[in-house]
C-alpha cells in the first residue's frame, strides 16, 4: 500500500489546461451523409410547421393530379382491349356456315337508332335444345321475349324511352350482365323469335366469338392516336414538373436558413431532393387515392353514348412501375435544376443568381431531331395498314412538342424584353416578367404543346375529311328516310307506303319495288346486270327526268359510256331480259331460279337518269306498275323514300317503330349529306374530351402558380394599396402577367401546330388545308382559361391587398 | 377633441380591435404642416395600427380621424386611397418597393398612379434620387443593391409626389445605425423643406430625436410628451 489513496475523478480533476475542445467527428461515408441529407429534407416536408406542411401538399397534390391522369392514360390501353374482345366474343356474323342443328339458331341484327343514340340489337331462335347462349346470358330469350342491358332496361321503363318501348315491344326476361356489354351505358338487346328464316341477312350459328380477323387500324388512325398520346401526355407530364416546383421561394429560405446554421451549398441541394421526392412520393399515393374512385366514378360516366366499366380502367403495370420509379426521380431533378438560378447564401437572403438570358441553341435541338425524324417519311404512308413507322413517328412528334416547350421561355423572354410603353399595370407585369418569365413559361408551356398538337390534329382532322369523313351524296333534302324491306318478307310496296304514309310526322312517301334483270339470250351469272325499277309515275321522276308519264309506262335510261355497251345489256325497248336473278342470299350458296322472261315494250322512252335521294345513279329499266307485275320479280326488295316533318317531334322515331312492325329485317336509315366513320369519331370525341381535361388541369396549375406568387408577396400588394395603388391596376396586371405570356404561347402554338400539321399531311398523303376556324376556336378556348385563372385569382387578390399585409406584430 | 384650425390631421378616440386583441383604446392624435411628430411605444403598443388608421389605410372601429379638416372614414375607399395617392407618402421598414421594377421606375411609381406620364414620372423620380445621392443605382432592381439604398430609394419613393404627410413605419428598423442616421437625416431634412408633415412611428429614441414633437403610444393610447394631446 502505498498511503495515498485515489480519489474517484471528478469534474475538476485532470489537467488544469482549459477544458479540451471536442473531438471533430469523423468524416461520415458520403453514403451515409446523403441518406441524412435526403432524410432531413423528408422531415422538413412532414414535419415541417405549417410553411412546410402547405409546400407539401401543394406538391403532393399537384403531383397526384398528374398521376391520376396517367394512371388513366395507361388504362387506356386495356380499356381499349377489353372492349374490343367483349365485343368480338358476343359477335358471330355467320362468317364460319354451320349446319342446322340442335346447338345451333338463326341470328339476325336488328340495329336501330333512337334519338341519335345507337341501339345495337340482335334477334335470334334456336334450332334445337342446346343452342349457342352469347355472353352475358344463361339462356336465349324465347318468342316475345328480350334480354337488355341495363341502360336499355332504364331508358324502356322511363318517359322518355316510351316511343323506342313501341319498337321494342317484347317482354324482358332478362338483364345482360356486364361480360355481355361495351360498357354500362350501351344500349343493346337480344330479341327471341320464331319467325326467322335461313337466308340473306340471317345467320346460322353455333356459337359465339367473332370469327373474322379484326380489322387493323388505319395508318392515318395510328397516326392520329398517337399524335394524340403525346398531346396529351406532354402537358400532364408539365404540369407535374410545376406542381414539383410549387412553394419554390418558401422552400429557398428555409435552405437559408441551414446554410446559416453550416450546411454547404450541395448539402442543401440535397435537402431539397429530399423535400422533393418526399412531396412526390406523397403524389404518388395521392395519385392513386384520387384514381381508385375516379376508376369507380367512371362507371358512372357517359361521354357522349360512350361508357366505361371500372374494372377495365386497369393500368398496364410496366406503366404503373415506370410512373412510380419516373415522377420521384423527374421531380428531384426538376428540384435540383429549380435551384441552379438561385444562390443560397447563410444569412438568410436568396436571391436570384443574376438575370442570365437563356440560350437558344439547345432549345432547337429537339425540334431539328424531332423534324429530321419526321421528314424522312415526308414521301408517304401507306394508308390502310398499320405498316407505319411507329416509334419513328411518335418520338418525331414528341420531340417537336418538347422542342416548342423548350423554346417558350426563350421566347416568352426575348418578347417580354422587348415590350416597351403601356400603363403601369403593364409595366408591372412587363417588369414581372423580364425579371423571371421562367415561372409563367412553365405554367403556359401546358397549353403550348396542347394547343400546337390540337391545331395539327384540326389540320389532319380537316384533311381526312375527304378520305374518311366523306360526302356520302345522298340528299337529305329530297328524302330524310330510306324503309328498306327485303324480298324474303313478303311484303309488296303498296303494302309498306301505305302503312308509312299513315304514320305520324310523315309528309311524303316514294316507295319502289328493286330487282335485277339480264337479257334473255345470256347466263345470268355473267351477263350485263340491268336494275328494274317498279314504282309510279310519281316516285319515277325523282329517278329520271321525264315528260309525261301514264301507269302502263315504261322507261330506259340513257347509257353512260362507262356501262355496259348497248348490244349486251336489255335494258332497251323491245328487248327481252330474264327478271329471275340467282338468289345468292340462300345460306348453302348460290340458287339458279326458273328463268321469268319479259319484255321491254317496244315504246319504252330513253330518259335520262338522276341519282336517287341515297346517291345512287338511276340506270337500267324503270316501269310502271301496270306495265310490270312486280310478283314477277323474285328477290325484288322494296325500298321507300320517306320525308318527314320537321314540326313533328320525334317523326323519324315514329318512321322507324313502322318500319319495325314491318318484320325484324326491316331497315330505316336516316339520309345524311356527310358520313364520319366511327373510328374516327371516337378518336375526335377522345381529344375534345382529353383536350378539355388538360387544359383545365394546366389551368388549375396556373391558378396555384399565380396565387402562390401572390401569397409571397403579400406584404408588397398591401404597400402598394398603402400608398394609394387602385386595386385594378393591380388586378389587370395580374391579368397582364398571365396574358403575355400566354399570347406568345398560342402564337408559337399555332406556328408549330401549323408545321407539324403540315408534315404530318405530307406524310399523310393528303392535300394541305388548314382550318382557320378551328384555330381560332382552339386559341380563344386558350385565352379564355387565362381570363379563368385571372377570375379566380381575383378573391385572393383583393384578401391579399388588405392592410393585414403591413402589420408586423 | 375638435379638428384644430391648424391642424393638417388629427385623430380623436381612436378605438381598434383585431379580433380579440385591442390594438387601439381610445387614442388621440394632431399634427401640423412641416411638423415632424415621433410615435414611440413598445412592440404591440398599437403604434403602426395608430399610422395606419391616421392614413385611411385601415378605418378605426370607433373615433374619427379630419385630414384638413375632412373626416377620412366617411370617405369611400376609393376616395381614400385617392387621397393617399395624392397626399400622402410613405415609407416602411422593409419589402416596400417592387422587386422587378428600376428604382427610377418605383420611384416614378406614385406619379404614375396619378396619371403623370412615364416620361415624366421618371424624369422627376431621377432628380429626387440625385438629390438623395443615389442616382448611381437607378437602374439597378431592389434585390441589387443595400438596404440603405432600398431605404433612400423609398425615402424618394415618398417624396416625389409632394405630399402633405410623409407616414414611416419604423424607416430605419432594417438599418444599422450609420445608415439608419443618414437615412433619418435625409428623410427630414426633405421633409421639413418641402412642408410635409412627418408621422414617424419607431422605437428608437434616437431616431425619435429627429422629431420635433414625441408620441408614446401605450396599451392602445397615446400620450403626448409635449402636452399638447
Redesign the interface.
Known amino acids: 500500500m502505498t498511503g495515498a489513496t485515489s480519489a474517484p475523478a471528478g469534474p475538476l480533476d485532470g489537467p488544469s489546461a482549459p477544458e479540451a475542445a471536442p473531438e471533430a467527428a469523423p468524416e461520415a461515408h458520403w453514403l451515409r451523409r446523403w441518406v441524412a441529407d435526403l432524410a432531413m429534407g423528408a422531415r422538413f416536408a412532414l414535419g415541417g410547421g405549417r410553411e412546410g406542411w402547405t409546400r407539401t401538399v401543394l406538391t403532393s397534390a399537384g403531383v397526384g393530379l398528374g398521376v391520376a391522369v396517367l394512371l388513366l392514360a395507361t388504362s387506356v390501353p386495356h380499356m381499349l382491349g377489353a372492349r374490343e374482345s367483349r365485343d368480338q366474343a358476343r359477335e358471330n356474323h355467320g362468317a364460319t356456315e354451320t349446319e342446322k342443328s340442335d346447338r345451333s339458331a338463326l341470328y339476325t341484327y336488328t340495329d336501330t337508332e333512337y334519338r341519335g343514340s345507337d341501339v345495337r340489337g340482335r334477334t335470334l331462335q334456336p334450332e334445337g335444345s342446346d343452342p349457342p347462349v352469347p355472353p352475358g346470358l344463361s339462356e336465349l330469350p324465347g318468342p316475345g321475349e328480350m334480354a337488355v342491358s341495363p341502360a336499355l332496361k332504364e331508358l324502356l321503363d322511363s318517359a322518355d324511352g316510351e316511343l323506342l318501348r313501341e319498337r321494342l315491344p317484347g317482354r324482358i326476361t332478362a338483364t345482360i350482365a356486364d361480360e355481355g356489354l361495351l360498357d354500362p351505358v350501351e344500349l343493346t338487346y337480344y330479341a327471341g323469335s320464331d319467325q326467322l328464316t335461313h337466308g340473306g341477312a340471317v345467320f346460322r350459328v353455333d356459337k359465339f366469338a367473332e370469327v373474322s380477323e379484326p380489322a387493323p387500324i388505319p395508318a392515318l388512325l395510328l397516326l392520329l392516336i398517337i399524335v394524340i398520346c403525346v398531346v396529351l401526355l406532354l402537358p400532364v407530364a408539365a404540369f407535374v414538373g410545376a406542381a414539383v416546383r410549387f412553394g419554390g421561394d418558401r422552400r429557398d429560405r428555409r435552405l437559408a436558413a441551414l446554410r446559416l446554421v453550416g450546411a454547404d451549398s450541395r448539402m442543401t441541394k440535397r435537402v431539397a431532393a429530399g423535400e422533393a421526392a418526399t412531396g412526390s412520393l406523397l403524389g404518388l399515393a395521392v395519385g392513386a387515392a384520387i384514381f381508385l374512385p375516379l376508376r369507380q366514378l367512371l362507371g358512372e360516366v357517359n361521354l357522349w353514348g360512350i361508357g366505361t366499366f371500372p374494372a377495365d380502367v386497369r393500368p398496364s403495370a410496366g406503366l404503373v412501375v415506370l410512373i412510380a420509379f419516373g415522377v420521384p426521380v423527374g421531380a428531384v431533378l426538376v428540384s435540383l435544376l429549380a435551384l441552379r438560378g438561385v444562390i443560397i447564401e447563410p444569412l438568410g437572403v436568396v436571391r436570384n443568381a443574376g438575370v442570365r438570358r437563356r440560350r437558344l441553341w439547345w432549345r432547337l435541338l429537339p425540334l431539328v431531331a424531332g423534324l429530321a425524324l419526321l421528314v424522312p417519311l415526308l414521301d408517304g404512308l401507306e394508308t390502310g395498314q398499320t405498316s407505319v413507322e411507329t416509334y419513328q413517328i411518335a418520338a418525331g412528334v414528341t420531340l417537336v412538342l418538347i422542342g416548342v416547350n423548350a423554346l417558350l421561355p426563350w421566347l416568352v423572354e426575348s418578347a417580354a424584353r422587348r415590350l416597351r410603353g403601356g400603363g403601369l399595370s403593364v409595366q408591372l407585369a412587363v417588369r414581372r416578367l423580364q425579371l423571371d418569365s421562367g415561372t409563367a413559361s412553365r405554367a403556359v408551356s401546358g397549353i403550348t404543346v396542347a394547343v400546337a398538337g390540337a391545331v395539327a390534329l384540326q389540320m389532319l382532322f380537316s384533311a381526312v375529311v375527304d378520305d374518311q369523313q366523306r360526302h356520302t351524296g345522298q340528299s337529305p333534302e329530297r328524302a330524310e328516310m330510306l324503309v328498306t324491306v327485303p324480298a324474303t318478307a313478303q311484303l309488296s310496296e303498296p303494302e309498306v307506303t301505305a302503312g308509312l304514309a299513315e304514320t305520324r310526322g310523315v309528309k311524303q312517301v316514294f316507295g319502289q319495288t328493286t330487282g335485277y334483270a339480264v337479257r334473255a339470250d345470256q347466263n345470268p351469272d355473267d351477263g350485263a346486270v340491268d336494275s328494274v325499277t317498279v314504282a309510279d309515275c310519281a316516285t319515277l321522276r325523282e329517278l329520271a327526268k321525264m315528260g309525261s308519264c301514264e301507269n302502263g309506262d315504261v322507261f330506259v335510261t340513257e347509257r353512260s359510256p362507262q356501262e355496259e355497251p348497248e348490244s349486251v345489256t336489255g335494258a332497251k325497248p323491245g328487248a327481252e331480259v330474264n327478271l329471275a336473278m340467282p338468289d345468292y342470299s340462300r345460306p348453302e350458296g348460290k340458287q339458279q331460279r326458273e328463268p321469268v322472261l319479259w319484255k321491254v315494250p317496244e315504246d319504252a322512252r330513253t330518259v335520262k337518269g338522276r341519282t336517287d335521294p341515297m346517291g345512287v345513279a338511276s340506270e337500267g329499266i324503270l316501269a310502271t306498275p301496270a306495265a310490270l307485275d312486280v310478283s314477277r320479280m323474285p328477290g325484288a326488295s322494296v325500298d321507300v323514300y320517306v320525308r318527314t316533318d320537321d314540326g313533328v317531334a320525334d317523326a323519324k322515331e315514329f318512321v322507324r317503330n313502322t318500319a319495325a312492325a314491318v318484320g325484324p329485317t326491316a331497315t330505316a336509315i336516316s339520309l345524311k349529306a356527310t358520313s364520319t366513320t366511327a373510328q374516327f369519331r371516337a378518336v375526335e370525341r377522345g381529344l375534345y374530351a382529353g383536350a378539355t381535361g388538360i387544359l383545365l388541369l394546366i389551368g388549375a396549375s396556373m391558378v396555384v402558380s399565380t396565387l402562390e406568387q401572390l401569397r409571397e408577396r403579400k406584404r408588397l400588394l398591401s404597400v402598394l394599396v398603402a400608398f394609394g395603388t387602385r386595386r385594378s391596376t393591380l388586378a389587370w396586371s395580374v391579368l397582364w402577367q398571365t396574358a403575355l405570356p400566354v399570347l406568345v404561347g398560342l402564337a408559337l402554338a399555332a406556328v408549330a401546330g401549323v408545321g407539324l400539321g403540315t408534315v404530318l399531311l405530307r406524310m399523310s398523303a393528303l392535300p394541305f388545308a388548314v382550318d382557320w376556324g378551328n384555330l381560332a376556336g382552339v386559341t380563344v378556348l386558350g385565352g379564355l382559361l387565362v381570363v379563368l385563372v385571372a377570375v379566380v385569382s381575383m378573391p385572393a387578390l383583393w384578401r391579399l391587398m388588405r392592410p393585414d399585409g403591413l402589420r408586423t406584430e | 377633441m375638435t379638428a384644430s384650425t391648424s391642424a393638417l390631421l388629427t385623430a380623436s378616440g381612436l378605438h381598434k380591435t383585431?379580433g380579440s386583441t385591442p390594438a387601439l383604446a381610445g387614442a388621440d392624435f394632431v399634427i401640423h404642416p412641416g411638423e415632424v411628430v415621433a410615435v414611440m411605444g413598445p412592440?404591440?403598443s398599437g403604434k403602426?395600427?395608430l399610422l395606419?388608421c391616421l392614413?385611411g389605410?385601415?378605418p378605426p372601429d370607433s373615433g374619427t380621424v379630419h385630414y384638413r379638416g375632412k373626416e377620412l372614414s366617411a370617405l369611400s375607399d376609393?376616395r381614400r386611397?385617392?387621397?393617399?395617392?395624392?397626399d400622402?407618402?410613405?415609407v416602411?421598414?422593409f419589402?416596400?418597393l417592387?422587386?422587378?421594377?428600376?428604382c427610377t421606375?418605383n420611384v416614378a411609381?406614385?406619379l404614375?398612379?396619378v396619371g403623370v406620364g412615364?416620361k415624366e414620372a421618371e424624369s422627376r423620380a431621377t432628380r429626387w434620387l440625385e438629390r438623395l445621392e443615389i442616382d448611381d443605382v437607378r437602374h439597378h432592381?431592389p434585390?441589387q443593391m443595400s438596404g440603405g439604398q432600398g431605404q433612400r430609394v423609398a425615402i424618394a419613393r415618398?417624396l416625389v409626389g409632394a405630399p402633405s404627410v410623409i407616414f414611416a413605419?419604423?424607416p430605419t428598423g432594417a438599418l444599422d445605425s450609420l445608415n439608419g442616421e443618414r437615412v433619418m437625416g435625409l428623410l427630414t431634412d426633405a421633409a421639413r423643406e418641402t412642408r410635409a408633415a412627418v408621422v414617424l412611428v419607431t422605437h428608437e429614441s434616437r431616431v425619435a430625436a429627429y422629431s420635433d414633437r414625441e408620441v408614446i403610444v401605450r396599451d392602445g393610447r397615446a400620450r403626448d410628451m409635449a402636452g399638447a394631446v
Not at chain 2, 386611397?81 to 395624392?86: D, E, G, N, P, Q
Not at chain 2, 417592387?98 to 428600376?102: A, R
Request: hydrophobic content about 40%; overall charge positive; proline content about 5%.
Open positions: 383585431y412592440s404591440g403602426s395600427t395606419h392614413a389605410i385601415v376609393a386611397s385617392a387621397l393617399r395617392r395624392a400622402f407618402g410613405f416602411f421598414q419589402g416596400q417592387v422587386p422587378e421594377l428600376t421606375e411609381l406614385p404614375r398612379l412615364r432592381r434585390g415618398a413605419d419604423e
